[in-house]
């Protein structure tokens, strides 16, 4: 069975050291901008939202892809990046149905979860517990998506 992480908003205190430790362990830098996780405030409903990639089981944005820069690895089910072949044209981005994949002007790629090769650092730096890294079944599953689209759309709502 998959892993992956799990979302709580309702202990996420909207510190954002998953962004911080997010770029420092990937680019060694402390910019938000290119994080991989992204915290977004629901003023309304008094929540702060960390939202990446959830890992589809049908991923649209490697579907999307012309060149197989971002494939789905069976064995770890994480959907991979591979910089080498992409070539920027950031369908990836677009086709994305839960916003999770950004490109980074600074950085020349897209900005996407990995889960850090199996052991996520924004998960070992939450100091509320809103991100946990755990097996994935079914209903999990399902349940991720659920709230991915929700907070998603959610958010297009706002930024219009």
Do not use: W
């Given at each position: 069975?998959?892993?992956?992480?799990?979302?709580?908003?309702?202990?996420?205190?909207?510190?954002?050291?998953?962004?911080?430790?997010?770029?420092?362990?990937?680019?060694?830098?402390?910019?938000?901008?290119?994080?991989?996780?992204?915290?977004?405030?629901?003023?309304?409903?008094?929540?702060?939202?960390?939202?990446a990639?959830?890992?589809?089981?049908?991923?649209?944005?490697?579907?999307?892809?012309?060149?197989?820069?971002?494939?789905?690895?069976?064995?770890?089910?994480?959907?991979?990046?591979?910089?080498?072949?992409?070539?920027?044209?950031?369908?990836?981005?677009?086709?994305?149905?839960y916003?999770?994949?950004?490109?980074?002007?600074?950085?020349?790629?897209?900005?996407?979860?990995?889960?850090?090769?199996?052991?996520?650092?924004?998960?070992?730096?939450?100091?509320?517990?809103?991100?946990?890294?755990?097996?994935l079944?079914?209903?999990?599953?399902?349940?991720?998506?659920?709230?991915?689209?929700?907070?998603?759309?959610?958010?297009?709502?706002?930024?219009?």
């Open positions: 069975m998959a892993k992956g992480i799990v979302f709580t908003p309702e202990k996420c205190i909207g510190c954002r050291i998953c962004e911080l430790v997010c770029t420092f362990s990937k680019y060694d830098d402390f910019n938000p901008k290119d994080a991989a996780i992204r915290v977004m405030p629901f003023d309304e409903e008094g929540l702060q939202v960390p939202l990639c959830i890992q589809c089981d049908e991923p649209e944005c490697a579907a999307a892809c012309p060149v197989d820069a971002l494939v789905k690895n069976k064995e770890t089910e994480v959907v991979e990046y591979n910089r080498d072949l992409c070539i920027d044209c950031k369908l990836c981005v677009d086709a994305c149905p916003d999770s994949i950004t490109y980074s002007e600074r950085l020349s790629r897209i900005i996407k979860c990995d889960l850090c090769g199996g052991d996520p650092e924004c998960v070992k730096l939450c100091p509320s517990g809103a991100l946990e890294f755990k097996e079944d079914s209903e999990l599953k399902e349940k991720r998506e659920k709230i991915a689209a929700h907070y998603s759309q959610a958010y297009k709502e706002v930024a219009k």
